[in-house]
């Protein structure tokens, strides 16, 4: 398991290479095929999911963007993710993707999870 973990993050960091590399869409498009061959050829297509989220976090990585899961009791208004994302992105001085989360379990508050550190001011 560890091993297809290893595989599909290599892949998703090719993906990204090439995607950023191709000099215009119908390069790309041909890059594009041709990983999508290789996929299927090695057995990997059931990984395409996987893969495709190992670029993006890459891809965060590589573009200084920091991900962010924001957890709440109920969803939350585009005013109040906004207002979220404004303020992170001024504290962390870095571009923030919010992942929003809801779990009904919560009573209040919210919680943060910004890498492997968790700011929890939630009331259960």
């Known amino acids: 398991m560890a091993n297809s973990k290893k595989i599909t993050k ?3 960091r090719l993906l990204y290479e090439v995607s950023h590399s191709a000099k215009n869409e119908s390069e790309l498009k041909k890059h594009l095929e041709s990983l999508a061959g290789l996929l299927v050829k090695k057995g990997l297509a059931n990984k395409v999911n996987d893969i495709t ?20 009791s109920r969803k939350l208004t585009n005013q109040q993710s906004e207002k979220i994302d404004k303020t ?8 923030i993707k919010l992942t929003l989360l809801v779990d009904q ?5 919210v919680k943060l ?12």
Not at 105 to 109: S, V
């Open 10 to 12: 290599q892949y998703g």
């Open 53 to 72: 989220s190992d670029f993006q976090e890459y891809a965060s990585k590589k573009e200084g963007e920091l991900t962010v899961e924001v957890t709440t």
């Open 88 to 95: 992170l992105e001024k504290i962390l001085a870095k571009k």
């Open 105 to 109: 379990k919560i009573l209040g508050g």
């Open 113 to 124: 999870q910004v890498g492997d550190r968790v700011f929890d001011g939630t009331l259960k």
